[in-house]
Structures are given as C-alpha cells and as structure tokens.
C-alpha cells in the first residue's frame, strides 16, 4: 500500500531534485527521455536550488520523489498592494504519472502557498499550462490581466 509522504526539500536532496526537475521538463516540453540539458542550465539548477529563495516540496513513496513543486521568492520596492514588497512564483509543480489525480499537487501547492504566506509575501504568481489551471483555480488562484511582460529574445 502506498503512504505519501511529504516534505522540504534540503541541500542533501539536490541530486534526486535535479533528476526529479529534468524528468519534469522531458515530461512536460515533449522531450526525448534521453534528451541531454546543457550543462550551464544544470548548473544553474544546482545552484539555485541550493542558494537561491526557494523553498522546493518533495512528495515521497517509500524514499522515492515521485512529485516535486518549488516557490520562488522575489523581493520588488513596496507598493500599496503589496507592502513589503515580498512576491513569490509558483514553479514546476510535478507528479510522477502514476500518482497523478490523487490530490498530490494540491497538497504541494498548499504547503507553498502557506510557506509563502509565513514569509510574508502578499502574492504569489504562477505561469499555468492548460491541464494545470484546474488545480490552480481549485487552491484559489485567478486569471490576472494586470502585468505585461517583455521577453529579451536571443
């Protein structure tokens, strides 16, 4: 029988959180199992994980990570909405298909958007593929039309 178990992620889970992370991204950009990430974004990865503001949640079966989701936190000059200028990003919410439609992700994504809350973030954003917006509406997120981005293109 499974039991899921939840938790944060530390700085001695970094290589199963990059395995998880990349698997994620095959997963999710169509890619080849095989596909080979350039090493600089590796790299990147690792080191975010282990310096960056984040805060990464781990779901587990038996000591394997089969769901992962991070938040990211940013801090912006103050604004009357937002007071302390402290904003956070949801960001690579991920179940292992097996375990998926079993309430995995909405627990993640709940344990972040409290973690969030607790360090004093007054909103939290997220950028929500087609299948994921069922789970976002349900944990109270909203369609937002109040930012424009502008994307430098290589």
């Keep these: 029988m499974r039991e899921i178990t939840?938790?944060?992620?530390?700085?001695?889970?970094?290589?199963?959180?990059?395995?998880?992370?990349?698997?994620?991204?095959?997963?999710?950009?169509?890619?080849?199992?095989?596909?080979?990430?350039?090493?600089?974004?590796?790299?990147?990865?690792?080191e975010y994980f282990l310096n960056g503001d984040q805060i990464t949640v781990l779901a587990m079966d038996n000591g394997k990570i089969i769901g992962c989701a991070s938040i990211c936190f940013m801090h912006v000059m103050p604004t009357f909405s937002h007071p302390t200028g402290k904003r956070a990003h949801?960001?690579?919410?991920y179940t292992d298909a097996a375990y998926q439609r079993q309430g995995i992700a909405y627990k993640m994504t709940n344990m972040l958007i409290e973690a969030a809350w607790e360090k004093g973030a007054t909103e939290i954003s997220l950028d929500a593929t087609e299948s994921g917006r069922p789970l976002y509406e349900k944990c109270g997120f909203k369609d937002s039309d109040e930012c424009m981005v502008l994307v430098r293109n290589e």
């Design 90 to 93: 949801l960001m690579n919410v």
């Design 6 to 46: 939840y938790r944060y992620a530390t700085a001695d889970d970094i290589d199963g959180l990059l395995q998880s992370r990349l698997h994620m991204l095959r997963v999710v950009n169509n890619l080849e199992q095989d596909y080979d990430f350039d090493q600089e974004f590796i790299n990147s990865s690792r």
